[in-house]
């Protein structure tokens, strides 16, 4: 295996949940070092978080631009090679852009940019560009998620003819009834954080999870979301009927008012010949159901597990590995691609997942804000 | 306590399953015999299962309305006082209005009628009967669906924002991907099975626990069915959106298609203070859910339950009972109501609910049919 | 089919839980009436009990010797055919020896008698008598426990080398931690109760569970019991090495003093193949591991169940029966052998499993009381 | 927040599973980096495995000796401060000694010892060396076993009066049963692996368990071994009867023969108010049992939990830590206690803990051997 690869981080400074669920996913298979960052727009509290984690503070920059920069001057086998954008929605866009119109990898927390417009245009910086980037929908990289994906490709279901996906958690109900709080939080002003809530945030994961485990496309949709009250402007609830071709449909549910769920993503794909339920909150079980036989539970390591699984999996079974270990397979298949070694397919979501979910996002709030009618994906 | 009950049975005769439930159901609180019935549209078949199950065959009738007749020349103390009404669907209507006509009380096998406009006027017959009728949703029968009514009715879950509700099987399966099943079985066959298959057998049930658990009345919805097949033309699967109120939403789904499950029935409903979540398959948990508190798992049988859940357990805790004992619920305060003893709302579902329940189903069928459109309830 | 058995009552009455198991089990499948009672002690009790359930007064008799006697002066074919014994304990022996010396076939509740020395006699009586008799070790009724037993008689599991039950309960907490209420409660009284209480009353059911599942016995054992104050004579808890052979061993687990268990009685046997799994309050799972596939969840009622387990199950998969439908189970085998019909090992308990249990009982006791040393069973 | 502390390693190089789970345990909280290690007995092994995972391979040495012999040459603020053990069980005593008695803290892998003479030797050295010494009982970093200590030592469940433990894999089956390979693997040679293969590689987990949540110490134990086969000397399977006071009492249960079990260690501990129940393959789950309130379901990352739990969890509710991350927490109580900061008892398991492990190991095989007789602890 060759030296670690040079991992810049912009955000996740502090006491950022998200930073440290990066800096970990990065160390656990030994393939990450942090060579760069700019944790904080404070650049004395970047430079003290750097001290804190013991990262060489001599490549802690006052700023993204400065980074770019200046990491440019360094010699190839110095330089940052890859950077994680753990920064707020609205500068995922022109960071990742300007990443990698500078020969820069990226890896992009969700979501990829605010809008479609951006995220169109951001993949075509990539194409140009050449360069790896990986969006953190890191419920992929959960090893029986894989192995979902992996039993339907192999037709363990037959045809597909009807999924359900679910995401429901009850964090904004603490806010969304206090007339003030509603009224002021960040999150439910669409200025600062983009059309949607609760779809933007959460329901597209669903979105993304139906399609990265069936291998089907969404093509259509109809959503009805609920504001619950009249003077929040911002869905907190939604549920989304959908069409992946004619006689293949399905329902994604989403919520940040169902009270008392913590985490609550979960799905299920009917087939003809059988089906896979998950729940993440139970990331270990994978349930294979038939009319005829009796249910299955897989568990992660075991070998009737597929290679894509296994190579999520590090302990043997009995083991609970987590949410940590799940966004450290998408680091190590980001490794792998970044170092030019052979991947597969479903080992990182990428630049199109990301376009996929900004186009779902718009749709849903296009078919509501019109009545509840269909609209087509592109 | 006074003397059984005496019965009448129409249908359910030989294997029936829904004869061994009704019959089982009956018997269970010591509360009814008997008395005469028409198990069998064959003559000799009814008479050879009165033998075998030991009914009087002299009170065993060539056909239902040789029963009334018959029966209305007995003694008002020797009569049957009550018939359950077992037969195929579209003999529902005619047998209960006549039965209310001539002053029976009636038990009556789901779908109550095959359409709102019938149920309507059943309603005025039972109106003006003054007699006791009883629609069997029967999972309203299990203690701690009962129990979830109880407590969202004195408040423990604040106000209801979000209802989910599912009713997932697998079994049409076998028929529906099979070209000539499909096209011979009387279930998808409109003129013999009613306007509707998946929404009209089971996702009227999903309603049902809905309006019966929230004490809410849903009042529009927008469906979308799947046929599967372009030449079924009957929903074997679908989803629809309801809405209780401006800011009260939810979502039934229901599938015949949802291979592997069996008898999924579940309903989780959300509110300001509290959740509460509840599967068929586990009739005996029930789950409380809060933001704040850790989950709460009710069993049957404890004394912290509601007076109504606790009337529908015989048993200790950890004694496991299920559907026979929800529907002998259903039979004993059915029995209650009958011998004008005191008895309580929620005790058994009654015409209300069916009227209800056909309502739903033709706005279902009709939100499809016009393009997934909003449709309201009565 | 022919006509109903003639079932005879002894306690049972006015609110008894067990009366009310029994009635509900012997109705369920049709093969049973009531011809006649001793509800209660009390003659005038019984005689209301009596009009309450609506069993013909003239049968009910003012004790015990006079149902006998008068049942005796009726001819056969109106005689009761079989007595379900519902008394307090230690009227058990007694009456089950007079009832099987004069020509009734008798279904017992457990304890079949009080002592081993008692139960081998009633073994001989029952031999002579040729008549029927069962002992109501319910939960072998379950359909998955039956499906246990096929499972493992057809080498599902191979060699059987380690076996695991326990029963927990808590219920005795409320008693035992009450210094008056423990010094005057019958349940914990030896003159009243027997040698035991906890392995008495529920270990029992998990030793006959492991010879009813696996088709092994319990050669020898070590007990350690709890009795948890020193002024308290009964075990109220309870640990019991086992051994079936000498490299086949195991443990069953007992406690009235396990807060919160409400009725935990649970079984896993291991073997060189695989492994069974299975908890009463959840009994319509069964579970099968392996160390090679993914484990398998067994539900009743469907098509890859044995014929025993099939037969146990009235309704199709995913409506759950529960205990009474167990109990039925026992009653349908027990109505299959008074009739003389082929029925199979293991349709109900038999003689040879209360003298098992009453054996296993006495060996936990001297085995504690001499200082948890090795007692081998007959 | 201090620099990093300069970590040793010994063992764990290449494919080894337990070389992995401690170094991503020792980066999760940003607390480590490792300064030098002995990967492998073999230099050049170990010099390859340091270049791939990027540790300066300087300070690679050929062996143990070596390395502590140089190290202890470089000033203090650059030596090792910590190393971990992780090589074969005999080597953990020798090397945990003698880093000891040079001035090193000692991270040590379970087995301690292979001796419970030798853990007492160790302990002296400890107390002499006044260093921080951890044993990784793993399992008691888990937020909800430490969330059931400080519960339990709340009083949340009153005076405990019983206790069960159990620890079931199925593993050594595609050993034991070949008659070959059992004579063969040096996991069942008495000569190499010690005097007990199931109760001391797992059994004690559960012992140390027990201490751990309940902060009671078991006084003597009666243990029956199964060896399965005649031909072999080590026990796969046992049971161990257990006394912590007079009326308090319980069992251990452990196998390696529990077909079909992964890593299934369990706990479950009753007391006089309630009980609490906790399973390491759903480790995010903790039952709280009462014979009168609903059984509660305790979720980490909880304002609810105590500070002891919080402090082991890293992000929000519903996103689920694994085995990583409970070593992780261990780590992290053992950095702080090496930077002499306030950390709390139950940060991390102890040499105390280490020694009561050997104790119990010892214990169960002098009573197996003498014929299950009682046997105390220190």
């Known amino acids: ?143 029986m998620v894989r192995q979902m994906r992996e039993m339907i490709k192999e037709g363990a279901l037959g045809k597909i003819h009807k999924v359900d996906a679910q995401y429901y958690q009850g964090w904004i109900n603490t806010i969304i009834h206090d007339k003030k709080k509603r009224a002021s939080v960040w999150r439910l002003d669409p200025k600062k954080a983009g059309i949607s809530s609760c779809m933007g945030d959460i329901g597209v994961h669903a979105f993304n999870m139906i399609e990265y485990t069936t291998g089907l496309q969404i093509k259509s949709l109809l959503c009805d979301f609920n504001y619950l009250y009249g003077d929040n402007q911002m869905d907190v609830d939604g549920t989304v009927l959908i069409r992946m071709d004619k006689h293949v449909k399905g329902v994604i549910r989403a919520s940040q008012v169902a009270t008392g769920e913590e985490n609550g993503l979960s799905i299920a794909i009917y087939g003809e010949k059988g089906a896979l339920k998950w729940e993440q909150e139970k990331p270990n079980f994978l349930y294979k159901l038939s009319d005829t036989e009796p249910l299955q539970v ?17 302990l043997p079974p009995g083991h609970p590995e987590g949410i940590f270990d799940a966004m450290a397979n998408i680091y190590l298949g980001m490794a792998r691609a970044i170092r030019g070694e052979k991947y597969n397919d479903g080992e990182f979501p990428t630049m199109q997942d990301g376009v996929r979910g900004l186009n779902f996002i718009e749709s849903t709030v296009a078919s509501h804000k019109q009545g509840n009618i269909w609209v087509n994906l592109d």
Do not use: W
């Open 298 to 314: 897989y568990r992660p390591g075991h070998a009737y597990n597929s290679a894509l699984s296994l190579d999520g999996t590090k």
């Open 1 to 143: 295996m060759p030296k670690k690869i040079r991992l810049g981080i912009l955000g996740g400074g502090g006491d950022s949940l998200i930073g440290v669920l990066h800096r970990v996913a990065s160390f656990i298979n030994d393939n990450y070092e942090i060579a760069g960052a700019v944790f904080n727009a404070d650049f004395d509290e970047s430079l003290n978080f750097a001290k804190e984690i013991d990262v060489p503070v001599n490549r802690i920059y006052k700023d993204f631009d400065t980074l770019v920069e200046e990491e440019l001057k360094l010699p190839e086998d110095e330089r940052i090679q890859v950077c994680s954008i753990l920064t707020p929605n609205f500068l995922h866009f022109p960071m990742a852009r300007k990443l990698l119109d500078n020969g820069f990898h990226v890896i992009c927390e969700k979501p990829m940019t605010t809008t479609y417009e951006e995220a169109l245009i951001l993949q075509k910086a990539k194409i140009k560009s050449k360069k790896v980037f990986a969006v953190t929908h890191t419920y992929t990289g959960y090893p």
